[in-house]
């Protein structure tokens, strides 16, 4: 099953703004006239109905947006680099990689068209004109392009239904499953028959809900042991819980209780999802004879038991009416606090201020806008320098070299730039 995959996204870069002058005839010196760069492209992904599994990602890995272009001479601006879309079934939850722990969650594409941005394209750097002024009207700087954002992303496909059925193996979810829709799922009489979650679509009345078998669940799930917590992952998704236990078991209310538990240690919000619970198998002479028993059990507990055999479909409809019922009112109560817009997401907040920090004797300056605009300068001439130090001011690095404690002599680096103070 491709219900998880990892892959490598990157934005395109920014275009390079550009130091251009105009030539005109008649014009003997033009002023600036470089284009800034264009931005690069996002990586988006977006959910759609179409797209029924993740299998495509199995194949390929990394993925790219394209660059923006640089800018040119009079005045034109690089074209943006063009976003790359990735499509995804609807359902899928999109997680970014980390190395601690648990994946962050980006966004949950629950709804056909609804996108996220998981990496933003780099911005475009400035052509000269932009560092024009009074004093300086033959700019010879102008700004790189920004670097696009990579980042590691998971996305994992869940299952969307309303119902999810779970209970211990063998204690006839299956049979259940069978007896309510149209779904053939196999059903014997050892565990583990069923190893992933099967979809089945009930009819009640004029409506439809959709019922998903959850396999697998036992003692230790929420530690991997058995099919593993794979498909625990899948109860997340279901609004409501239909949760069978076997008639004929030792202790049906036991066996309810070490269930849930198993639900609250592999996610504690599992473990207050709305549960209808279900004994099964009262066909059988062996659980007829303990009805009023276990029925007691129960109620001592404060929890109204419903009671069916999936083998003879008795108490099926009703079983299926009470779950619709239920659903509509979660439902309700769901609707109420619901809207998820197309978000960006942002790991790091950028075009923060200049920092400086010592080593040595040296004072290093680390402020991006000014690397990208110093990497690409040729600082010998003293005319380029005398600009260069204009911005230096304007971006904040003087104030911030000073509150450090600079003084004149001492070294100060930015980027592969260094001078004396
Ligand atoms: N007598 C009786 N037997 C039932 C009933 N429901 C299920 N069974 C039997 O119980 C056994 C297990 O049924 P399944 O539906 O496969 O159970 P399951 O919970 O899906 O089991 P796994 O998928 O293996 O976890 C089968 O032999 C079924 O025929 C019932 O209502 N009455
Ligand atoms: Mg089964």
Redesign the pocket.
């Known amino acids: 099953m491709f219900d998880r995959v990892g892959i490598e996204v990157k934005a395109g870069a920014g275009g390079d703004g550009v130091i251009s002058f105009r030539r005109e005839k008649f014009v003997p010196f033009g002023g600036p006239d470089g284009g800034d760069g264009g931005d690069g492209g996002d990586v988006i992904i977006m959910a759609d109905s179409s797209v029924d599994s993740l299998r495509v990602f199995g194949r390929r890995r990394f993925y790219r947006a394209a660059d923006g272009k640089d800018g040119k001479g009079k005045g034109k601006h690089g074209k943006k680099g063009e976003n790359l879309i990735l499509t995804v079934p609807v359902g899928t939850v999109v997680l970014r990689k980390t190395q601690i722990v648990d994946d962050a969650l980006i966004a949950d594409l629950k709804q056909p068209g609804q996108q996220v941005v998981v990496t933003k394209g780099g911005r475009g750097g400035l052509g000269n004109t932009h560092f024009a002024s009074p004093t300086n009207q033959a700019p010879r700087i102008a700004q790189g392009g920004e670097t696009g954002e990579e980042n590691s992303i998971i996305l994992e496909m869940r299952l969307i239904a309303d119902v999810g ?1 779970i ?12 007896a309510a829709s149209a779904a053939k ?11 992933e979650p099967i979809l089945g679509v009930a009819e009640v009345g004029q409506r439809s809900l959709v019922l998903a ?1 959850i ?3 036992i003692d230790g799930a929420h530690l991997g042991r058995g099919l593993g917590h794979d498909f625990l992952r899948h109860i997340v998704r279901t609004k409501i819980l239909i949760h ?1 236990v ?3 078991s030792v202790s049906p209310m036991e066996d309810m209780i070490l269930v849930n538990a198993e639900l609250s240690l592999f996610d504690s919000a599992l473990a207050q999802k709305p549960q209808l619970v279900v004994v ?5 002479p062996q ?1 007829q004879a303990r009805l009023a028993e276990i029925k007691d059990a129960f109620s001592s507990a404060e929890i109204t038991a419903l009671f ?5 479909k ?1 108490g099926v409809s009703e079983l299926m009416a009470e779950a619709m019922k239920l659903l509509s009112q979660v439902t309700a109560e769901a609707e109420a606090g619901e809207k998820i817009p197309r978000k960006v997401f942002r790991p790091q907040p950028r075009g923060i201020g200049p920092s400086v920090h010592k080593e040595g004797n040296t004072f290093v300056v680390v402020a991006p806008e000014l690397e990208r605009i110093v990497a690409r300068t040729d600082v010998t001439s003293p005319g380029v320098r005398w600009q260069l130090k204009k911005q230096l001011a304007r971006l904040g690095v003087n104030k911030a070299l000073e509150k450090a404690g600079v003084k004149p002599g001492d070294k100060v680096r930015c980027g592969n730039l260094e001078w004396e103070w």
Request: charged fraction near 15%; include cysteine.
């Open positions: 059925i209970g211990y193996p063998n204690v006839g979810k299956s049979t259940l499953l069978a799922p196999k059903i014997a009489s050892y565990p583990f028959t069923t190893c078998e396999p697998g669940l069978l076997d008639g004929s099964n198998k009262i066909d059988l659980v069916i055999s999936a083998a003879t008795e």
